[in-house]
């Protein structure tokens, strides 16, 4: 697990390079804010978190209980999945907008062209809309993640 990143991965590059070009700035992994969100876009009071599916419990094609040491897996998905929500809330009364791009939206045989995902993020950042969560078109129906 020491070689797992949870910070520059192949999706969360993807998006930044997309939104970059866009000419939208942001600043990362921002310590001051709970659950240091992956992007944090301060003049649209935005926070982007890009969610990998097997470490957030996500319902879809790229998530599989393992089969070894079920236990220790239900109990530390489990907790990652409650932070998540957790994180969200407390976000949101602070007044932060909160998107949510899932692993399975850019990898995987659901994934979508990565122009389509970043396109929707920045429509979104532009609507004033709270909540975004974008997943792959694979994705089954949310189990909390």
Known sequence: M????????????????????????????????????????????????????????????????????????RDKIGANVARDRATLAALSEQGWRTAIVWECALKGRGRHDPAVVIGAVANWLHSGESNLNLTGSNAGPENGG
């Open 2 to 73: 020491a070689a797992i990143r949870s910070r520059d991965t192949e999706p969360e590059l993807m998006l930044r390079r997309g939104l970059h070009a866009l000419g939208l700035r942001f600043r990362l992994h921002s310590r001051k804010l709970l659950g240091r969100p992956d992007m944090v876009l301060a003049k649209y009071r935005a926070v982007i978190f890009v969610n990998g599916c097997f470490w957030h419990g996500h319902n879809c094609h790229l998530f599989r209980w393992p089969k070894t040491r079920e236990e220790f897996w």
